[in-house]
Nanobody
Framework: QVQLVESGGGLVQPGGSLRLSCAASGFSLDYYNVGWFRQAPGKEREGVSCISKSDGGTYYAEAVKGRFTISRDNAKNTVYLQMISMKPEDTAVYYC???????????????????WGKGTLVTVTS
């Protein structure tokens, strides 16, 4: 059974940090570009980061550049999103996604997602 499971979300104060994990089962992330998307209340889902399967190249949306870092551990079949200097506007449900074969990571497109996780809620508030 193909599955992506996010974890690591929670409540954090402005300026704080969280690390999200995206663990895959039933398939290997080695063969996929993997993206992180988020959806804030009342807003559309947006791509925030992506990591390429080929050379590990990374993409970040302007809103998170310099604060978020995406990485992958193929041995653990897991992709991570390290978030620092967090802001209230980072509050959202965060989803990881395995991108369709041949799709670009720059930027990741919702229409190019092959598999979605169910999401993990991140709340940034004082």
């Amino acid at each position: 059974q193909v599955q992506l499971v996010e974890s690591g979300g929670g409540l954090v104060q402005p300026g704080g940090s969280l690390r999200l994990s995206c663990a895959a089962s039933g398939f290997s992330l080695d063969y996929y570009n993997v993206g992180w998307f988020r959806q804030a209340p009342g807003k559309e889902r947006e791509g925030v980061s992506c990591i390429s399967k080929s050379d590990g190249g990374t993409y970040y949306a302007e809103a998170v550049k310099g604060r978020f870092t995406i990485s992958r551990d193929n041995a653990k079949n897991t992709v991570y999103l390290q978030m620092i200097s967090m802001k209230p506007e980072d509050t959202a449900v965060y989803y990881c996604a395995a991108m369709k074969w041949g799709s670009s990571c720059f930027p990741p497109a919702i229409s190019a997602v092959d598999y979605w996780g169910k999401g993990t809620l991140v709340t940034v508030t004082s």
